[in-house]
Nanobody, 126 residues
């Protein structure tokens, strides 16, 4: 069974930074695509960034240049470094994973990812 546990959320002022972590257990495939999605109250879940074992990265235009996604394979932990946060980034952030490469998946279709964490809340105040 796959277990994904997010951490690192919190409250920050606009312009600040946070680093989210997603610890994966029971997940050591030859191929993977993992990433971050977020959902604000009253809005649909949207893709943020995803990365696979070959280094292919997809990102939402709204976070390009501000967020960085990395994977520590030794620790089986996915990270999302978020800089220059603004109130529009306020949401619950979820870690997702699948046993395939990212070219098979899209930020616009989060429902295709089979494994999810419980989420961590990020609140950015102005």
């Amino acid at each position: 069974q796959v277990r994904l546990v997010e951490s690192g959320g919190g409250s920050v002022q606009a312009g600040g930074s946070l680093r989210l972590s997603c610890a994966a257990s029971g997940y050591n495939p030859d191929r993977y695509c993992m990433g971050w999605f977020r959902q604000a109250p009253g809005k649909e879940r949207e893709g943020v960034m995803i990365i696979d074992n070959e280094g292919d990265i997809k990102n939402a235009a709204s976070v390009k240049g501000r967020f960085t996604i990395t994977m520590d394979n030794a620790k089986h932990t996915l990270y999302l470094q978020m800089n220059r946060l603004n109130p529009e980034d306020t949401a619950t952030y979820y870690c997702a994973a699948t046993r395939s490469l990212c070219y098979n998946f899209h930020l616009e279709e989060p429902e295709d990812f089979p494994d999810w964490g419980q989420g961590t809340l990020v609140t950015v105040s102005s």
